[in-house]
């Protein structure tokens, strides 16, 4: 583990990766985006150290260098210790969690080779917003979900606040881009899977359904939910009953509902 490195000059080279991150936290095809994986807080970054994301820095406070000093063991990656205003100059927002660390990206499996080796995935289409994207990466790594596949239309996993909202499960949970909807649903008819598109309208409660085998749970974006040619798609159109003239619930806390109803 290398010894961690007091910067006091918020100009220090060395803090290129966490340099005005509302600008630079992007996909490296978005002007000024460089593509890093940047994780939030203790728990984040020890998620991040867990993973197979290659760690490059971190930046934070002394006293969390003493607090992720032992999962650091065997790193190399650099630890720059800053003071709070430093750190809330370079990356141009104040830092309540008190540390950062960034990654490289690594390719996605291919979706045919997680199809192979999952019994349920999620499929999610237009699911833009990336805090209900990380909220339904953190509920299918807490309810057994073997992969999440992402359709047209969905937000980057990747994004820092799709990971921190996600507690960074999303950098252990399988996902990878399916080409949807006519590529995708062969591949989901190939590999065995009964497919249920979780709809409002649908004609089958959830706890009517059948949900044995190998399942994927089709959601779709929080306006407009599923298309037409996905609902058109599914072997059942299921919903979750509702009360008090509510029609719909948030698109996470659907899709968790969908996942907990999974056979184990």
């Known amino acids: 583990m290398s010894k961690p490195s007091r910067i006091d000059d918020p100009d220090d080279p060395r803090l290129a990766d966490f340099r005005d991150l509302t600008r630079a936290d992007r996909r490296p095809d978005r002007p000024g985006g460089r593509g890093l994986v940047i994780a939030e807080g203790t728990v984040v970054v020890r998620r991040l150290l867990a993973s197979r994301y290659p ?84 509920n299918a790594a807490g309810l057994g979900m073997g992969a999440v596949l992402l359709g047209d239309g969905c937000a980057d996993p990747l994004y820092r606040r799709s990971v921190r909202v996600s507690m960074g499960t999303v950098l252990h949970v399988p996902f990878a881009p399916l080409p949807w909807p006519d590529d995708g649903i062969d591949q ?66 659907a899709a968790a509902i969908a996942f907990a109803a999974l056979p184990g």
């Open 55 to 138: 760690l490059r820095a971190l930046l934070g406070l002394a006293r969390r260098y003493d607090e992720l000093a032992p999962d650091l063991d065997g790193s190399d990656a650099p630890f720059y210790v800053v003071d709070a205003e430093l750190m809330a100059t370079v990356i141009g927002f104040h830092l309540n969690r008190g540390v950062l660390a960034t990654a490289d990206r690594i390719p996605p499996s291919p979706a045919g080779e997680l199809l192979r080796n999952a019994r349920s995935v999620a499929v999610l289409e237009g699911v833009g917003d990336h805090e209900n994207l990380g909220s339904i990466f953190r």
């Open 188 to 253: 989901l008819r190939d590999n065995g899977f009964r497919i249920i598109a979780l709809t409002p309208a649908g004609e089958l409660r959830l706890t009517d359904a059948e949900l044995d085998g190998r399942i994927a749970i089709l959601v779709g974006s929080e306006g407009h939910g599923l298309t037409e040619a996905a609902m058109a798609a599914a072997d059942a159109r299921v919903r979750i009953p509702m009360h008090r003239g509510i029609d719909s619930l948030n698109v996470a806390t």
